[in-house]
């Protein structure tokens, strides 16, 4: 097994809610998958203090706009590789009201901010080759 994590984020979105974006991506796929071994590693430093790391590569692409996640979503759903997705019905009001607001827009609609995505190298590498390193 030689898995890895990869997020694509919508370059088109600004820094700061890209960064909330990528952070609520991660909690909703390790809580999502919580049961599926993800390689998280528990380790003391020399003053006994507690770290956690991941063991797997994680590797940060942008896409050029929400179609171009939408359509690597769709790939991920199709293949049944564990991803979690962000849009921007999840920036306003608290969550019972982007709860509401996501219900209430059909999935063409929604502009994606990001996708999450947890799997073997080969398969996110063959996915999301068309996308470029987020610098």
């Known amino acids: ?18 960064m909330n974006a990528l952070a609520h991506l991660n909690v909703g796929l390790i809580n999502t998958y919580k049961d599926k071994d993800m390689g998280v590693i528990n380790y003391t430093d020399g003053d006994e203090g507690s770290h956690f790391a991941s063991k797997y590569p994680y590797i940060i692409l942008k896409a050029e706009n929400s179609n171009k996640i939408r359509t690597l979503r769709n790939a991920l759903i199709e293949k049944k590789i564990p991803f979690t997705s962000f849009t921007s019905a999840m920036t306003i009001g608290g969550w019972e009201e982007q709860v509401a607001r996501s219900k209430g827009t059909k999935e063409i609609d929604l502009e994606y901010y990001g996708v999450c995505m947890f799997g073997e190298k080969n398969e996110l590498d063959e996915l999301t080759k068309k996308f470029s390193l987020w610098n």
């Open 1 to 18: 097994m030689n898995p890895k994590f990869v997020a694509v984020l919508n370059k088109k979105i600004e820094s700061g809610k890209i």
